[in-house]
């Protein structure tokens, strides 16, 4: 499984990006997906995640400002963000995930920059 992560960039405090995750070489639609973030010093921690099945969740943090979605026919999952805040600053990673006869399948793409200036 291959997951491209791409749409981070450099942001002011107030505005929007989306993020995209493109996957290839698997079945992505039986995949949960999620996007995950580590700031400087940080842990990486969960922002967004989506099941196989549509159900989503979302960190406090961001809760009323980010949004995740997935497209099966494209084999894509987004992040929306808005009012982005510097805090949000960190590379942004995407993540499938499924289970399968006791074995954990887990991938991970490659991570974009957010910066978010005050």
């Known amino acids: 499984v291959q997951l491209q992560a791409f749409g981070g960039g450099l942001v002011q405090a107030g505005g929007s990006l989306r993020l995209s995750c493109a996957g290839s070489g698997t079945i992505f639609s039986i995949y949960g997906m999620g996007w995950y973030r580590q700031a400087p010093g940080k842990q990486r921690e969960l922002v967004a995640a989506i099941t196989s099945g549509g159900s989503t969740n979302v960190a406090d943090s961001v809760k009323g400002r980010f949004t995740i979605s997935r497209d099966n026919a494209k084999n894509t999952v987004y992040l929306q963000m808005n009012s982005l805040k510097p805090e949000d600053t960190a590379v942004y990673y995407c993540?499938?995930?499924?289970w399968g006869g006791g074995i954990r399948y887990n991938y991970w793409g490659q991570g974009t920059q957010v910066t978010v200036s005050s």
């Open positions: 993540n499938a995930e499924r």
